[in-house]
């Protein structure tokens, strides 16, 4: 059980074109789903928070207008990198929150590897 | 300003021996401490969790040992093999904000990358 998945597991994309990526929970329903970015060697960052049926919550420094994310069902979210730049290509990693837990853990996607040339 | 501080960076641990990775909080609301390991090109994958009503966790080969009191737990990981090399995240979270509300932030450690040497 809990499983997280995550597609495409890499994606390689011109400079200006817009990246979607898809982020699901396959054998539970996540009322909040994160989205996270790391870079080589580093920790994971967290960019946002996703509820079910409501607008993310952007971390301080995270363009919302730059990455999109529409949670619209209670097993999938979806970010969008709009305009990619080189600057943009990192490993983006999904989470999802056992609404029925009673500690709401979290479970990762398999993450996906953005290549913006 | 980091709220979860894990060490060492990097370990290096014969097999068979214990490796162990320790982590310090400073906010007094976390409630929930989860460990995750990550391999290369992967997702993070939950470990082992602890709550602060126990002391010590044990699931397999791993034992969280947590200090309420010292605001400090650690990762113990017994007879270590080589498929345990990866890199290991401590985190904390606290109860969500706001009635209804599902969001259990996590606040990560920087990780520790463990090498188990044959």
């Known amino acids: 059980g809990a499983v997280v998945s995550q597609h495409p597991s890499r994606v390689i994309c011109k400079s200006g074109t817009s990246v979607k990526i898809e982020c699901r929970s396959l054998?539970?329903?996540?009322?909040?789903m994160f989205w996270y970015r790391q870079f080589p060697k580093q920790s994971l960052m967290l960019m946002a928070t996703?509820?079910?049926?409501?607008?993310?919550?952007?971390e301080q420094g995270v363009e919302k207008d730059k990455f999109l994310i529409n949670h619209a069902s209670l097993t999938l979210s979806t970010l969008t990198v709009t305009s990619a730049h080189p600057e943009d290509s990192s490993f983006y990693i999904c989470?999802?929150?056992?609404?029925?837990?009673?500690?709401?853990?979290?479970?990762f996607g398999p993450g996906t590897r953005l290549t913006v040339l | 300003q980091q709220q979860v501080k894990q060490s060492p960076q990097s370990l290096i641990v014969q097999k068979g021996g214990i490796s162990i990775i320790n982590c310090a909080y400073e906010n007094t609301a976390f409630d929930y401490f989860p460990w995750y390991q990550q391999f290369p090109g992967k997702g993070p994958a939950l470990l082992i969790a602890?709550?602060?009503?126990?002391s010590e966790k044990k699931e397999g080969r791993f034992t969280i040992s947590f200090n309420k009191s010292a605001k400090q737990f650690s990762l113990h990981i017994m007879d270590s093999q080589p498929g345990d090399s990866a890199t290991y995240f401590c985190?904390?979270?606290?109860?969500?904000?706001?009635?209804?509300?599902?969001?259990?932030?996590?606040?990560f450690g920087k990780g520790t990358k463990l090498s188990v040497i044959p």
């Open positions: 602890i709550r602060p009503d126990v």
């Open positions: 989470s999802a929150a056992n609404s029925e837990s009673s500690y709401n853990e979290q479970f």
């Open positions: 985190a904390a979270s606290r109860a969500p904000r706001g009635s209804g509300a599902g969001s259990y932030q996590l606040t």
């Open positions: 996703s509820n079910e049926g409501s607008k993310a919550t952007y």
């Open positions: 054998d539970f329903q996540a009322t909040t």
